[in-house]
């Protein structure tokens, strides 16, 4: 079963300053990849999705993926203390339909 | 747009009790429901997958005892927890999925036990 690895657990930036969050993954059979953002309390926001190796960018969060280094990562451009929260990556395999969650990593913002 | 309901959002049960929690897809329709549980400082685990048409697979350390799930149609699914204990404990997410790549995460159920 693909496991998933999360790094760094926490992270604090200052505002303004980008933020970078990994993932690593055991194999390369998943070919759909998302991050995710929970802040306290409350429900999965959906932040980017991937699917092929490359770059992917939504507003202010950057996706990149290489799947020949098991590697996924976040970069969040312009982080708001309100982007504070914790942020897990997902992958799943079509017609799997099974996601499989990394542990987090929990974000703050600093003004 | 395409959403996920759940609710209760929030609910409170004694230990022993049973809980039941529903999903309603709106807008899109949801061939498969998956039902993940959060509990306090863990990620998310997968409790079952049910999808249209097949029978609903339960992951390991879940079982159709505990977790009963009901998939009537493609816009909902419920899943009761019984007999509730403190370990039960969590955020109860619901992921509806349509197609090759769209997942819509509900906002969750939150079950405390006492």
């Known amino acids: 079963q693909q496991k998933v690895q999360q790094s760094p657990e926490s992270l604090t930036v200052s505002e303004g300053a980008m933020a970078s969050l990994n993932c690593t993954f055991s194999?390369?059979?998943?070919?759909?990849f998302r991050w995710y953002r929970q802040h306290s309390g409350k429900g999965l926001e959906v932040l980017v999705s991937i699917f092929s190796d490359g770059e992917k960018e939504e507003g202010r969060f950057t996706a990149h993926l290489n799947r020949a280094s098991l590697h996924v990562s976040l970069h969040i451009r312009e982080p708001q203390p309100s982007d504070s929260a914790v942020y897990l990556c997902?992958?799943?395999?079509?017609?799997?339909?099974?996601?499989?969650f990394g542990a987090g990593t929990r974000l703050k913002v600093i003004a | 747009g395409a959403l996920v309901y759940q609710y209760p959002r929030r609910t409170i049960c004694k230990s022993g009790t049973s809980m039941r929690m529903e999903c309603q897809a709106v807008g899109f329709q949801a061939t498969s429901v998956a039902w993940y549980r959060q509990s306090p400082q863990k990620t998310f685990e997968l409790i079952a997958l049910s999808t249209v048409n097949s029978a609903i697979k339960y992951e390991q350390n879940f079982t159709q005892e505990k977790f009963p799930i009901s998939h009537p149609n493609l816009s909902f699914s419920s899943m009761t927890v019984l007999n509730a204990y403190l370990e039960d404990r969590g955020l109860y997410l619901c992921?509806?999925?349509?197609?090759?790549?769209?997942?819509?995460f509900g906002p969750g159920t939150r079950l405390l036990v006492l």
């Open positions: 992921g509806a999925r349509t197609g090759r790549d769209t997942q819509y």
């Open positions: 997902a992958m799943s395999n079509t017609g799997n339909y099974k996601y499989v």
């Open positions: 194999d390369g059979t998943s070919d759909n």
